[in-house]
């Protein structure tokens, strides 16, 4: 099976004696955009094209960010209007640019509300005008500038991993679930496994615990499940969404942690306002 799509899905949870769970199917999937980095020379990917590392593409009132006096790594741009038509679920603006960079130290990890501010996303809609090539900065340590590379686009349909959070009436009886945990062990196949999964949207590829009521209390300023504000605010868990994930790819230099990944989260109601700015990342590793 290569990348999974909604019908390949289906037809797993049949062949896995799930039929019953596929009136679930809009509660476990997700549709995602799919990530593909080539490595190429920096000099032929053209200013203001989708690309992963080297220098980005920014217009002038845009400055490279920095974190505790290092310039963030640069992680990614994407060209909205490359996007637009793998975005099945039609959740990203039609055209402009999304920027994503991170923690050049890579000690942001999304768990403390003073993490705010180890990476950041930018965004402008229409058709960026003046968009420059940066200049790599000098202070940028060498592990911390990833391989240019240009990207390529595919949809993917996502499996949510926790099916007890996503169905309000959860009724799947044990065997049910076991039978589901060997479904997302095989899709996709392995062949697609071993490729980086770098993907906008979707279900994430949770290494550890759902990451979303993390994001809901930490961005808050919550840290303790005895703070009085935790229960009220932990209702609106839900309310986050994946925008970006970031899978370690030896290729292109990038390592989170040990193999792990980065994960950006924006609340849905800030996607559809497009305030990129207001996201919460969080790096799972082993």
């Known amino acids: 099976m290569d990348k999974a799509n909604i019908a390949d899905i289906q037809e797993a949870l049949k062949q896995a004696g799930l039929a019953r769970v596929l009136k679930d199917i809009a509660a476990i999937s997700q549709p995602a955009i799919r990530l593909y ?3 190429l020379d920096e000099a032929s990917i053209a ?51 999304l920027w994503f960079f991170y923690d050049a130290k890579q000690e ?7 993490d705010h501010g180890g990476w950041s996303v930018f965004f402008r809609g229409g058709h960026p005008a003046s968009l420059r090539r940066a200049s790599i900065p000098t202070a940028l340590p060498k592990n911390s500038l990833f391989a240019a590379c240009a990207a390529t686009f595919a949809v993917e349909w996502t499996l949510t991993q926790m099916p007890q959070l996503e169905i309000a009436q959860f009724d799947w009886s044990d065997e049910e679930q076991h039978r589901y945990e ?15 999964r770098h993907h906008l949207l979707g279900f994430p ?67 559809k306002d497009r305030r990129f700015e207001q996201s919460w990342l969080v790096l799972q590793s082993e």
């Not at 094209?49 to 490279?64: E, R, V």
Request: glycine fraction near 6%.
């Open 182 to 196: 060997q479904v997302l062990a095989a899709v996709p196949d392995a062949a697609d496994r071993a490729l980086s």
């Open 205 to 271: 590829d949770t290494i550890q615990d759902d990451m979303r009521e993390q994001c809901q209390l930490i961005s808050n300023g919550v840290t303790a499940d005895d703070d009085p504000r935790a229960q009220t605010l932990a209702r609106g868990a839900q309310d986050w969404q994946l925008l970006l994930q970031i899978d370690t790819d030896e290729h292109i230099g990038m390592r989170w942690a040990s193999s792990g990944m980065l994960y950006y989260w924006l609340k849905q109601a800030d996607l």
């Open 37 to 39: 980095p080539h490595v």
């Open 108 to 114: 942001t990890y999304g768990d403390d509300p003073a």
């Open 47 to 97: 200013v203001g094209t989708s690309k992963f590392g080297g220098a980005p593409d920014l217009p002038p009132d845009i400055a490279w960010p920095t974190w505790h006096g290092l310039p963030q790594s640069f992680i990614a741009q994407i060209r909205l209007d490359d996007a637009c038509d793998y975005d099945v679920a039609h959740l990203l603006p039609r055209n402009g640019m």
